[in-house]
């Protein structure tokens, strides 16, 4: 079983910057794709990026050219750094991983409030 925890998350006013993390409890290099969402209050939960374990990124369109993915396999740790950050960009961020087809974990998720 493997469990994911985010932190990171808390209040920032907008145009400030975050930097949300997922500690993996197993070794990060035997997760084959790492993904963040977010879901904000009244809405689906929707698909910020990811990040093969080969390195290989995508982002939504809203994520592109602000919000960064990383992982570093040393501390088992999957990284999103948001800068520029927008209202909108308010939501409980979630980190899932899956480490093989079929085999898919979620963590509990984090707070990300942005003050306008």
């Known amino acids: 079983q493997v469990q994911l925890a985010e932190s990171g998350g808390g209040l920032v006013q907008a145009g400030g910057s975050l930097k949300l993390a997922c500690k993996v409890s197993?070794?990060?290099?035997?997760?084959?794709?790492m993904n963040w969402y977010r879901q904000a209050p009244g809405k689906q939960r929707e698909m910020v990026a990811w990040?093969?374990?080969?390195?290989?990124?995508d982002y939504s369109d809203f994520a592109k050219g602000r919000f960064v993915i990383s992982r570093d396999n040393a501390a088992d740790t999957m990284y999103l750094q948001m800068n520029n950050l927008k209202s909108d960009d308010s939501a409980i961020y979630y980190c899932?991983?899956?480490?093989?087809?079929?085999?898919?974990?979620w963590g509990k998720g984090i707070l990300v409030t942005v003050s306008s």
């Open positions: 990040i093969t374990d080969y390195g290989t990124t």
């Open positions: 899932y991983a899956q480490q093989e087809v079929g085999v898919t974990f």
């Open positions: 197993v070794s990060i290099t035997s997760i084959a794709v």
